[in-house]
């Protein structure tokens, strides 16, 4: 049998369709390996059979891949030997991720400290604050002789509030500043003791109180008597008579 | 890294060739949703055993191809697929199951272009191809010669590869 009776018997088709027998294919095998007009006529079937399955495609249903993806990502060992990398790469990120986590609490730390160690120079400065105001209430709230005179906002600033503290024995005078406007650096406050109607200066307010807040008590003029107090803002330096307007006033 | 590489080469072969594999598919189980359910597995089968490919045997198509017919094949003669047909039939108009050639399926395929072939032929070529038959089971059911279904077979075969040429 030559090879071009050999190709027209139909073995070619046979093969090709997957309806010869183990032994013609075995055959079939060695002659195309032989002849290359056996190989071409396989090739030129095995198109012909392509091209008129590419014609009668039909769409397969949606969904379709991504359940055959699913399937073959289980039952592929090579998707295994992927998951194995994958798991490292896990590994991988998660101890980045903890390294990242590391720096961060460190950086927290020593953020944490360094902001602990400014509460703690604020804490003693507030306490020293305190025990020296707690030192300066006792000279006045220990003695029996104290009278006291709460001066209460006027209409330019009802929220204003301040006490006179008043030693009828030695005659001190103390201020407290509860709550007065920040005056302007051009003026000052100046405190005024009510005799008979008559106002007699007792002292002005250092604006360096209102910035700092340090004292507690400000120490006045000693004054042999009064009935009331009062406070005005006047010009710096203050005024032997008031000018200004008053913010507060209180009997005693 | 070769996760990403498999799913391009499984896209590759998915996008390019799933339509005509569902084609021919169809083609031998007549049942779209069968077809597609086929399909799935026939995609797995070639994603496991795409390494015993062997390019000297044939063209990657032709080895897909024969994967589809033999895994529908499989599937026509499963208990499963032949209830569902039964069942089919009897709600449909009380016909004789298992009569799977007749007008109706011609036009779907290779099977259009087995119509044009003469009788006898056409129905050795649907026994064999569509319906997976030996030579020999052939034979004894037809009470036909093994080598004469043998020669029938090849003849009808180059008749068809003309056709489609």
Redesign the interface.
């Known amino acids: 049998m030559n090879v071009k009776e050999y190709i027209?018997?139909?073995?070619?088709?046979?093969y090709?369709?997957?309806?010869a027998?183990e032994e013609e294919r075995r055959e079939f095998?060695k002659m195309?390996?032989q002849y290359p007009e056996v190989l071409q006529a396989?090739?030129?079937?095995?198109?012909?059979?392509?091209?008129?399955?590419?014609e009668?495609?039909?769409?397969?249903?949606p969904g379709?891949?991504n359940?055959?993806?699913e399937?073959?990502n289980i039952?592929?060992p090579?998707?295994i030997?992927?998951a194995k990398?994958?798991n490292l790469n896990w590994l991988k990120y998660a101890a980045a991720a903890c390294l990242l986590l590391l720096a961060g609490s460190l950086y927290w730390n020593i953020s944490l400290y360094s902001k602990n160690q400014q509460l703690k120079v604020d804490y003693d400065n507030t306490v020293a604050k305190l025990s020296g105001m707690e030192k300066e209430v006792q000279l006045i709230t220990n003695n029996p002789n104290v009278k006291m005179a709460s001066m209460k906002g006027m209409e330019v600033s009802p929220q204003s509030f301040a006490t006179v503290y008043w030693d009828t024995t030695s005659h001190d005078v103390y201020l407290m500043v509860n709550n007065l406007p920040k005056p302007a650096s051009d003026k000052q406050y100046q405190l005024w003791a009510l005799l008979d109607g008559k106002p007699i200066d007792v002292g002005l307010i250092d604006n360096e109180y209102f910035i700092k807040e340090t004292r507690l008590l400000i120490k006045a003029k000693n004054i042999q008597n009064a009935q009331a107090f009062a406070i005005t803002l006047e010009t710096k330096g203050g005024n032997p008579t008031p000018k200004g307007t008053m913010y507060v006033m209180g009997n005693l | 890294m070769l996760q990403q590489r498999n799913e391009k080469a499984f896209s590759y072969l998915y996008d390019n060739y799933s339509g005509a594999l569902l084609g021919t598919i169809n083609s031998i189980v007549l049942d779209n949703e069968i077809a597609n359910d086929v399909l799935q597995n026939v995609f797995v089968n070639i994603w496991k055993k795409i390494e015993s490919y062997d390019t000297a045997k044939g063209r990657l198509f032709t080895w897909m191809l024969n994967i589809a017919r033999n895994a529908s094949i499989d599937e026509v003669r499963s208990k499963g697929y032949r209830d569902s047909k039964k069942n089919e039939h009897i709600a449909d108009d009380g016909d004789v199951p298992g009569a799977v050639t007749g007008p109706a399926i011609d036009d779907v395929g290779l099977r259009k272009v087995l119509s044009k072939l003469k009788g006898e032929l056409r129905v050795l070529v649907d026994l064999s191809y569509f319906q997976g038959y030996t030579h020999e089971e052939i034979s004894k059911v037809m009470n036909i010669p093994l080598g004469t279904v043998k020669t029938r077979i090849r003849s009808a075969l180059t008749q068809l590869r003309t056709m489609i040429q």
């Open positions: 027209s018997t139909g073995i070619v088709e046979s090709v369709l997957g309806l027998s095998e195309c390996e396989r090739i030129n079937f095995e198109l012909a059979m392509e091209k008129q399955a590419m009668n495609s039909i769409s397969p249903m379709i891949k359940k055959i993806l399937k073959i039952s592929n090579a998707s030997q992927t990398v994958r």
